[in-house]
Nanobody
Framework: QVQLVESGGGLVQLGGSLRLSCAAS????????MGWYRQAPGKERELVAA???????DYADSVKGRATISRDNAKNTVYLQMNSLKPEDTAVYYC????????????WGQGTRVTVSS
């Protein structure tokens, strides 16, 4: 059974920082592209950041320069460090895993809520 469990969300002041974590199990973690998505109320889910098996990263324009995605394969964990948080960062943040070679389903966590107060 594949499980992705997010943690680290919470209430943060404008300009503050958070580090989100996603612990994966049930997959060969090092073979998967990992990503963070977010969904704000009334909006579609959107990509925040992704990191490949080889460590290449991709960021949404809205967080570029403020967010850093990283992975620790020994811990089967992917992180999202977010700095200089803005109210528009308020959303539920979801962890995503996909195998870029074999394909198959995208796996999702249950999400962790981030609220940035203005």
């Amino acid at each position: 059974q594949v499980q992705l469990v997010e943690s680290g969300g919470g209430l943060v002041q404008l300009g503050g920082s958070l580090r989100l974590s996603c612990a994966a199990s049930g997959i060969i973690f090092r073979l998967y592209t990992m990503g963070w998505y977010r969904q704000a109320p009334g909006k579609e889910r959107e990509l925040v950041a992704a990191i490949t098996r080889g460590g290449s990263t991709d960021y949404a324009d809205s967080v570029k320069g403020r967010a850093t995605i990283s992975r620790d394969n020994a811990k089967n964990t992917v992180y999202l460090q977010m700095n200089s948080l803005k109210p528009e960062d308020t959303a539920v943040y979801y962890c995503n895993a996909r195998n870029p070679v074999l394909g198959g389903p995208n796996y999702w966590g249950q999400g962790t809520r981030v609220t940035v107060s203005s």
